[in-house]
């Protein structure tokens, strides 16, 4: 059987499955486009030990995203294609992905953040670029960028936490520099404090976008008073408690 990019996203990205399901069916499959393009790129350093080829493999990526822009013939990849006409429908700008592929180098360098500030960076360009870009397919207006990144740092904090054993046993500095783990928890629970401050700036057609983000809080609470479950691996929320926060989520709309 022919796995779809709904498969790829639902089997490695199911929070961002599980809330684009609460998108009308017109607009779920170009969400899973954007998701399977951040999968792509976030796989890429890890295809090979040799850093000459993964970072071909973004600069693949870097060059299908120029292309776009130059409206040139998408490249013949699954992912590529989809992603060429998602970028053309909404007119999303091309430097957000650009950055996205940017910061997907640091996997490849494993060069420490130099600070806290250096870190958050990265998560804005990942993790706040692909919210922003979701919440806008979905039609959310300028206004509603400020409380869309705000909870794709929350939520890219609250996944970066959780992804610290296997970033530590890869090889790459999960911590930054002067930094410990409750310091970035708190700084994804401010961040998340922030996105709920301006929460009725983001329409209700855009929400399935921020509640990609809805296991955030309750990942970093738990991480700030907590910290030692980080490095034991043991923040993830059971299945249950999963699939009961989207569902109460879901229903109130208070990402």
Not at 228 to 234: E, F, I, R
Request: charged share 20%.
């Amino acid at each position: 059987m022919t796995e779809t990019l709904e498969d790829r996203v639902a089997a490695s990205d199911p929070d961002r499955h599980a809330a684009s399901l609460l998108a009308p069916p017109e607009l779920r499959a170009q969400l899973w486009v954007l998701y399977a393009f951040n999968l792509e790129i976030a796989r890429a350093p890890y295809v090979s030990e040799q850093p000459l080829i993964a970072q071909m493999r973004l600069q693949f990526w870097t060059d299908a995203l120029d292309d776009i822009a130059a409206g040139k013939p998408p490249r013949a990849y699954e992912v590529a294609e989809p992603l060429a006409a998602l970028w053309a429908a909404h007119d999303l700008p091309t430097a957000l992905g650009h950055q996205m592929i940017d910061a997907r180098h640091w996997h490849i360098d494993r060069a420490p953040f130099a600070d806290m500030a250096a870190w958050l960076a990265h998560i804005d360009q990942s993790a706040g670029n692909l919210m922003w870009l979701a919440a806008r397919i979905l039609g959310a207006p300028d206004g509603a960028e400020q409380a869309s990144r705000a909870m794709g740092r929350a939520n890219g904090i609250a996944q970066w936490l959780q992804a610290v054993p296997a970033l530590d046993a890869n090889g790459r500095p999960p911590v930054p520099e002067g930094a410990d783990m409750a310091d970035m928890a708190r700084a994804g629970l401010d961040a998340l404090a922030q996105a709920r401050k301006v929460r009725a700036t983001v329409p209700k057609s855009a929400a399935p976008a921020l509640l990609a983000g809805f296991q955030a809080g309750a990942v970093l609470s738990r991480a700030a008073k907590d910290p030692a479950c980080v490095t034991a691996g043991a923040l993830a929320p059971s299945e249950f408690r999963r699939r009961g926060g989207l569902l109460l989520r879901a229903l109130s709309q208070r990402w």
